[in-house]
């Protein structure tokens, strides 16, 4: 935080945003300070060009933070995040908009993300649901349920499938994982994510 406050102060007047996906915005910089601003972020780890893609992932504190939650919400995000940890792959996929919730109050949106993970209390244990094809644009739709609740170290490998699916199925690259969710249907997923031993 101090650095990007110090970056801001260089390059931005001092102004940062931050934005509803977790990212922060240097609001007004000069053009022709990007590529030393860039090469600054870069020295701070802070380069990876992501926004609009998988990894991108709006998560709420969860568990770890907040004592409403049912279930921790940040490192399924980061399991999720080093599964997809090649940038390739991930521009392959697509835009694609992930979010997680630990608890029904939806503070990470969820529900209205392409692929959403809810945490949910099974008798004292941590689990997750996943819902899919939800939107939070001008086509506004709330997700799907897919089933019953994964394990939290199961949640990488449903991912993964849930993923793979998509681009089994894909029509070609310019369908995104919402389109192709939203002419398939959640039977095809739910076949082939629960045909596994989860
Ligand atoms: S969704 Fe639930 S667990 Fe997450 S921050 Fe909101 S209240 Fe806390």
Redesign the pocket.
């Known amino acids: 935080m101090d650095a990007v406050a110090d970056l801001a102060d260089h390059y931005s007047f001092g102004e940062l945003r931050t934005t509803h996906e977790q990212n922060i915005v240097l609001a007004d910089v000069r053009q022709s300070d990007l590529p030393a601003l860039w090469q600054e972020l870069k020295d701070h780890g802070f380069d990876t060009a992501n926004i609009g893609y998988l990894t991108n992932i709006i998560s709420?504190?969860?568990?770890d933070y907040?004592s409403?939650?049912?279930a921790k919400?940040l490192p399924i995000a980061e399991a999720i995040q080093r599964r997809f940890d090649d940038l390739d792959t991930v521009y392959n996929i697509g835009k694609l908009d992930l979010n997680i919730?630990?608890?029904?109050?939806?503070?990470?949106h969820h529900h209205v993300a392409h692929i959403g993970i809810l945490?949910v209390d099974k008798k004292g244990q941590e689990f997750y649901q996943v819902t899919l094809g939800g939107s939070s644009n001008h086509d506004a739709t709330i997700g799907d349920i897919l089933g019953p609740s994964f394990a939290a170290e199961d949640m990488a490998d449903v991912i993964e499938e849930i993923i793979n699916i998509y681009l089994d199925n894909r029509q070609s690259a310019e369908e995104t994982f919402l389109q192709a969710y939203r002419r398939l249907g959640i039977d095809t997923f739910k076949e082939r994510v629960y045909a596994k031993a989860y």
Do not use: V
């Open positions: 709420c504190p969860g568990g907040c409403l939650a049912n919400s919730s630990g608890c029904m109050n939806a503070c990470g945490g």
